[in-house]
């Protein structure tokens, strides 16, 4: 029964997005029909998330083709892990779709942008309860698709659509070996039914496990924006707020870490890749947290960050903390979306993504000034606030890892210390950049409160609880793994995931909060000094330069993979004219001779023409005479 | 009544020498710079070919041959030759650079034909001389008027048509009009 | 008398009149070359009347006819040299070059060009 529920809960916005599509402009007729099938998708998937408890896998599918030997079905596969992760989709989809009726409801391309929003949502939800990888991989890929779409949403302004386009480019060059891992996965297993492959993982069926976790991570890094595929996400930014809200911060970029934690049997049996995972994900959470705080647009700051609670979630993942990467992912996907719609509604206010255009909104915008204090806290790590002990969590796991994931849990717990003193960092940084400090001289500006209309201040409001309260989860220990189940989709069972308690170990916590105290009490005597100015230019000096363009990754890009593209682009170009032209250019040349030679004939002279006549009536009188004599 | 090559019979000798001159003048008739003498060499050229058709025992037709050829035909060369201004003298283009193909066409042609014939005709001989009566203007013109009428006939009208067609051919002004002032011009 | 000495007397007499007619410059030796061929035939006819002796007497009827006709031809051919020589002051056959087809130079250069031509006008 949950089941038919779920697969509804999938194809209820897929419905609202065809029939806004389909029902032109009239704008109270979008408004209806981008929220009410995703609020009603919402119902369904807390529904079928109460109904389903900790109970085990349930799997409805009905098969609709063949594909050579192996079938193709679609229908729905509820586990834990599926049912908490679309409850997340459903919810953030619904805060954002409600937040965008007044925040895009006025502008000329809004029925599109939220029949967009609608299928992303289908597709997400699609991703998550998939029964088939076949099936999921459609939906990952309509979801790259309406990401493009999206981002392109200003497709006015020419960042936006290098954006929409780098996007799907590097995602694309993930996507390709993910298919080749799905692809070997099926092949190997003979099914592309998720529970045979995850019991072919149990059963050691696969030849070469490592080989398919590195293509499979493939696909996570440029869906889910980790080195070296990471570079897409701060560009992104050029699209609405609310899309980088959903998209960017809470489920897009989620389905990645979800892949991982669905198919983790298959990486559980390739340390070379968890070690290459926990590499990548400490290289990114390092380097993306110090982007972050250097930058001055505030979106951007919120997409490095967002890139930098990926890698916790990654590196959670290398070091076997599958539940704890899991919790991070879900209060993550609550606190950063809020941030973004709360970052939205400021630069609303203001009229201008820069930090340096904002300050002492405090008392201008109190709601707003709440909701997202307890959003950064959040993002901070400081107790009781649910991302504390989601970061816990991940540091706890990774200092707990033994066996094989003992080489990747040292890494991640060293730069997971730094990085969260860096979080802290750029946290108050943006914190005491909006909201506190002088006024700066801004036109639109006026000392009135003026606070966000309604319907964007209840999505914040919303979005701001299970920031705050998630937390409370953790006072049922181990539950929270219960309902996540195991590896194959298990109930309850605590098969080898380790530390699956999520109370925060001592040591770690310790750790954490003093390289937070620590560095955030740097940012705030350097702001202190002067209110002013940019905390980021003392602190770093010199090397603000270079991580405000992001280590200046894209250049390296363009520089290996670019220019040779394009100088080999015109040698094609080149060799098209110069040798295969040259051969159609040259039969023309050799016609017009052959041409010319023939037209020499033509002398004009009768005799001549006649001496030729004759001579070919002599030889074929000899010819004639000789085989008449001789046969 | 055969007998081998090495041993000819007199008619045989007369026909060969003869023949070397009528070849000879031929040679020459195409040969020859000067136009005058080109036409000359014509006639000796034909008057050999009667001598021919005499040692055939063709008689009528050699007087016929001698008459035409000798007395209205060079002379209308020569008529020709004066009425275009040709040269008189001997000119140094006369030959044109079409020799050489022309002269392998000729000599392709000449050992085709010679193969052929002396091939098909190695083993036939004849008697000359038991023709003389069919040769004899009595024997001719009893042919040709018992069983030769009609083209006979055509023949004439083809007379009169070249007649007219020369006259109409070489008149100035009247139907070629056109060319009055361009000959105005030369003249 | 063998056959063969009045055949291939004939046959020479072709070959020379065939090479008069291609070789010669000016048309009144054209046509007196033309004579040689006619009476290269005459000659064939007459030779193998003898030969063959047939009761109607082809081969010497038949060669008065091409006299006849020959004559007739030369007539009419010297009006028309005439009419040459009226209209273009000169009997010169080599000159006469109106069957001619013109030979312009071409190099590859030049489709080369329009191929670019083309390109700019599309760009």
């Known amino acids: 029964m949950i089941t038919v529920l779920a697969l509804l809960a999938s194809l209820l916005p897929a419905f609202g997005a065809a029939v806004t599509f389909a029902g032109g402009r009239d704008v109270r007729h979008v408004k209806f029909w981008s929220t009410a099938p995703v609020a009603a998708a919402f119902v369904l998937t807390l529904i079928v998330a109460l109904d389903h408890g900790t109970g085990g896998t349930s799997v409805r599918g009905w098969t609709i083709g063949t594909a050579g030997d192996y079938s193709i079905s679609v229908g729905a596969r509820v586990s834990g892990l599926s049912a908490l992760t679309a409850v997340l989709v459903a919810g953030v989809a619904l805060c954002v779709q409600v937040f965008s ?108 496990p490592g080989w398919i976790a590195a293509l499979l991570l493939c696909g996570v890094l440029g869906k889910s924006a980790q080195f070296p595929l990471h570079s897409w996400l701060p560009d992104a930014m050029a699209g609405p707020t609310p899309i980088s809200a959903l998209i960017h911060a809470a489920t897009m970029v989620a389905a990645g870490i979800y892949v991982v934690a669905l198919l983790y049997p298959i990486f559980a049996l390739a340390p070379d890749v968890l070690i290459a995972m926990a590499v990548i994900a400490a290289i990114t959470m390092c380097g993306a947290a110090l982007c972050a705080l250097a930058q001055t647009d505030v979106k951007k700051i919120l997409a490095y960050s967002t890139v930098s609670q990926l890698a916790y979630m990654l590196g959670g993942l290398s070091v076997g903390g599958r539940s704890q990467a899991m919790y991070l992912l879900l209060v993550h996907g609550a606190f950063k979306a809020l941030l973004f719609l709360a970052a939205g509604v400021v630069i609303h206010r203001v009229g201008s993504n820069e930090l340096s255009a904002m300050g002492g909104l405090r008392f201008r915008m109190p709601i707003t000034y709440g909701t997202m204090t307890i959003g950064l806290l959040a993002l901070a790590g400081i107790p009781p606030f649910s991302g504390f002990f989601g970061k816990e969590g991940v540091l706890g796991a990774a200092f707990d890892a033994s066996g094989e994931f003992a080489a990747p849990g040292k890494i991640v717990l060293t730069f997971g210390l730094i990085t969260a003193g860096i979080t802290a960092a750029y946290a108050l940084r943006m914190w005491l950049g909006i909201f506190h400090g002088p006024f700066p001289d801004a036109p639109q500006e006026h000392e009135a409160r003026v606070e966000a209309p309604q319907t964007e201040l209840i999505p914040l409001i919303l979005l701001a609880i299970p920031a705050a309260a998630l937390g409370v989860v953790v006072l049922f220990g181990s539950d929270f793994s219960k309902a996540l189940g195991g590896w194959y989709g298990e109930s309850g069972s605590l098969l080898g995931s380790s530390a699956a308690d999520l109370w925060p170990g001592g040591f770690t916590t310790l750790l954490s909060l003093l390289f937070a105290l620590g560095f955030g009490t740097l940012v705030f005597l350097a702001w202190r000094r002067n209110p002013q100015a940019d905390p980021a230019v003392t602190l770093l000096g010199p090397a603000r330069g270079l991580l405000l363009n992001g280590f200046y990754f894209d250049r390296v890009i363009a520089l290996a993979l670019v220019r040779p593209t394009r100088a080999a682009a015109r040698l094609v170009a080149y060799l098209d004219t110069n040798v295969l032209d040259a051969y159609v250019r040259g039969s023309g040349v050799g016609a017009r001779g052959l041409g010319t030679m023939l037209r020499r004939l033509q002398t004009g002279s009768v005799q001549f023409y006649l001496t030729c006549l004759f001579l070919g009536v002599v030889i074929m009188a000899a010819v004639y005479a000789y085989v008449g004599t001789v046969s | 009544m055969s007998h081998g090559y090495l041993s000819p019979t007199g008619v045989e000798i007369a026909f060969v020498l003869v023949g070397l001159v009528t070849l000879g003048s031929g040679l020459l008739v195409v040969t020859v710079k000067n136009l005058v003498y080109a036409a000359l060499w014509l006639i000796v050229c034909m008057g050999s070919i009667a001598v021919e058709y005499l040692l055939l025992s063709a008689e009528l037709l050699a007087w016929i041959q001698v008459l035409i050829y000798g007395g209205a035909v060079i002379v209308l060369f020569l008529f020709g030759l004066m009425l275009t201004r040709a040269p008189i003298g001997p000119t140094e283009e006369l030959n044109v650079r079409n020799r050489w193909p022309a002269a392998i066409v000729g000599l392709g042609a000449a050992g085709t034909l010679v193969t052929v014939v002396v091939q098909a005709y190695q083993h036939t001989w004849f008697d000359p001389r038991g023709a003389v009566s069919l040769g004899s203007a009595q024997a001719l013109g009893g042919q040709l008027f018992k069983y030769w009428v009609l083209p006979f006939e055509v023949l004439s009208v083809l007379l009169l048509a070249a007649l007219v067609g020369a006259i109409v051919l070489s008149r100035r002004g009247g139907a070629l009009g056109a060319q009055a002032p361009n000959e105005e011009a030369e003249a | 008398m063998h056959a063969v000495y009045p055949l291939v007397l004939g046959a020479l007499l072709f070959a020379i009149g065939l090479y008069g007619v291609l070789a010669r410059r000016s048309a009144i030796a054209v046509l007196m070359a033309i004579e040689l061929l006619l009476n290269a035939v005459t000659l064939n006819l007459v030779s193998f009347g003898a030969i063959l002796r047939d009761q109607y007497g082809m081969g010497q009827i038949f060669t008065l006819f091409i006299i006849t006709i020959a004559a007739a031809e030369t007539g009419l051919g010297l009006a028309i040299v005439l009419l040459l020589y009226r209209q273009r002051a000169t009997s010169d056959l080599g000159e006469q070059r109106e069957l001619a087809e013109p030979v312009e130079p071409y190099d590859s250069d030049e489709l080369l060009a329009v191929d670019e031509v083309e390109a700019g006008a599309a760009r």
């Not at chain 1, 502008?107 to 699609?126: G, H, K």
């Not at chain 1, 459609?138 to 302004?157: P, Q």
């Not at chain 1, 891992?181 to 003979?190: D, F, K, P």
């Open chain 1, 101 to 208: 009726a007044s925040y895009l409801g006025g502008e000329p391309r809004y029925a599109s942008y939220a029949a967009l929003i609608s299928l992303f949502t289908a597709a997400m939800l699609t991703v998550v309860y998939a029964p088939d990888l076949i099936v999921l991989l459609v939906g990952w890929e309509i979801m790259g698709a309406c990401s493009y779409f999206l981002i392109g949403h200003y497709w006015e302004k020419p960042e936006a659509r290098s954006a929409s386009i780098k996007a799907f480019l590097m995602t694309k060059a993930g996507d390709v070996p993910f298919l080749f891992g799905i692809i070997a996965l099926g092949v190997q297993a003979h099914s592309f039914q998720i529970f045979v492959v995850l019991q072919a993982a149990h059963n050691d069926v696969y030849d070469h």
